[in-house]
Structures are given as structure tokens and as C-alpha cells.
T-cell receptor, first 112, second 113 residues
Framework: DTEVTQTPKHLVMGMTNKKSLKCEQH?????MYWYKQKAKKPPELMFV???????INESVPSRFSPECPNSSLLNLHLHALQPEDSALYLC???????????FGQGTRLTVV | KQEVTQIPAALSVPEGENLVLNCSFT??????LQWFRQDPGKGLTSLLL?????REQTSGRLNASLDKSSGRSTLYIAASQPGDSATYLC????????????FGKGTMLLVSP
């Protein structure tokens, strides 16, 4: 099983809404990642969790708040987003840092 | 700062052709290099991972090579099929600082019947 599951697949939210993106893996991976991808661009790293601790925050605005409740789950809490935050949000995991990364199918987020 | 370049940006070939996608990186201090496939609006599918100590990896019709000293990798696709149409992304995991993936901008491949 090399599956990373993301929910929801699509999300439309207003600028005053609060929503959460969820990511789950059952491969026993201890590194999990959030990436943001705009159209026709490569993925950009947002956050890295290693052994459930935040290791890297790539200067992401505080309206994005990550959470890692346990080794299988990764959430991204969204609040007061801007239309320019509309993008495909990808979750990934790997056994540890520097090992093969597996990506989910993404959440297509539209901020209106 | 690690920079990854992929050439060509787009490629259109008829079905059955063999083709090569190129990836280059500026800092040879890498742990590994990974090739991904991405269909429009979808996530990334891992195709091949090459460790820094390896020269090549093969999976079915795909063969990836790595020349770490010159900062180059190629992805060879044999007997291309319309189902191979997608964007192919190269990413390197580097050793300087905390290791994360740095992606190239991708090659958009179209295989016509």
C-alpha cells in the first residue's frame, strides 16, 4: 500500500471561512509534507513534519496552520484566505527524510 | 541554492517513439533523485527513485539514469503510448541543510495515436 489519501478532493471557501484539509497515510512513514501547486508550476514546499514535530515552515503566512495529531494524520487548517491562495494542495509522506516520497491526489482549493 | 532545470518544457511525439527527458541540477550534493508523473489537476505519481550511489533504475518501459558529478539525469521512455501523456517532474533531495525535494518545472509530454 503506497497510498496517501487527501480529503476533500475539491473545496470552495469564502475569505471569512475556516476549513481544514486532511491527509492520511498508513505506510508507517514518519515524515509528512504539505505542498502548494499553482497552475503550470512545480509544487512548492510549505511545511515538513518529522516524527510528528514541525521541522520546516517555509515562511508560510499564519492563515495556514498545520497540525500533525499522530503519525498517520496531517491537517492543514485554513482561515481568512485570499483568492491568490487558490491552488492544488498536495500532501506527501516518506519513510524518513531523504527517502522516496509518495503524494496524495491533492485538494483543489478555490477561495472566493 | 539548488536549482533544477528540465528540458524540453514540452514534447509532442507520435505513438511508438522512444524518447528522452532531461533533468539537470546545480548542486551535486544530493541524496537521491526522483522522477514523478502528474496528470492534469491530479497528484504526483512516483515513477523511479535513484539513490546518489546508483547510476540507473528501470521500471517497465522506463529507465532513469543519473550522473551525479555532472548534475544530470535522463528519463528514457520506450515505445511511447498515448497513456504516457502527462507532465513529468524531476526532483532532487539534497544534503545541505534539512533535506527536502527541489522540483524542476517539468516536461509536458503529448503522445498522439
Amino acid at each position: 500500500d503506497t497510498e496517501v489519501t487527501q480529503t476533500p478532493k475539491h473545496l470552495v471557501m469564502g475569505m471569512t471561512n475556516k476549513k481544514s484539509l486532511k491527509c492520511e497515510q498508513h505506510m508507517g512513514h514518519r515524515a509528512m509534507y504539505w505542498y502548494k501547486q499553482k497552475a503550470k508550476k512545480p509544487p512548492e514546499l510549505m511545511f515538513v513534519y518529522s516524527y510528528e514535530k514541525l521541522s520546516i515552515n517555509e515562511s508560510v503566512p499564519s492563515r495556514f496552520s498545520p497540525e500533525c495529531p499522530n503519525s498517520s494524520l496531517l491537517n492543514l487548517h485554513l482561515h481568512a484566505l485570499q483568492p491568490e491562495d487558490s491552488a492544488l494542495y498536495l500532501c506527501a509522506s516518506s519513510r524518513t527524510a531523504n527517502t522516496e516520497a509518495f503524494f496524495g491526489q491533492g485538494t483543489r482549493l478555490t477561495v472566493v | 541554492k539548488q536549482e533544477v532545470t528540465q528540458i524540453p518544457a514540452a514534447l509532442s511525439v507520435p505513438e511508438g517513439e522512444n524518447l528522452v527527458l532531461n533533468c539537470s541540477f546545480t548542486d551535486s550534493a544530493i541524496y537521491n533523485l526522483q522522477w514523478f508523473r502528474q496528470d492534469p489537476g491530479k497528484g504526483l505519481t512516483s515513477l523511479l527513485l535513484i539513490q546518489s550511489s546508483q547510476r540507473e533504475q528501470t521500471s517497465g518501459r522506463l529507465n532513469a539514469s543519473l550522473d551525479k558529478s555532472s548534475g544530470r539525469s535522463t528519463l528514457y521512455i520506450a515505445a511511447s503510448q498515448p497513456g504516457d501523456s502527462a507532465t513529468y517532474l524531476c526532483a532532487v533531495s539534497h544534503t545541505r541543510g534539512y533535506s527536502t525535494l527541489t522540483f524542476g518545472k517539468g516536461t509536458m509530454l503529448l503522445v498522439s495515436p
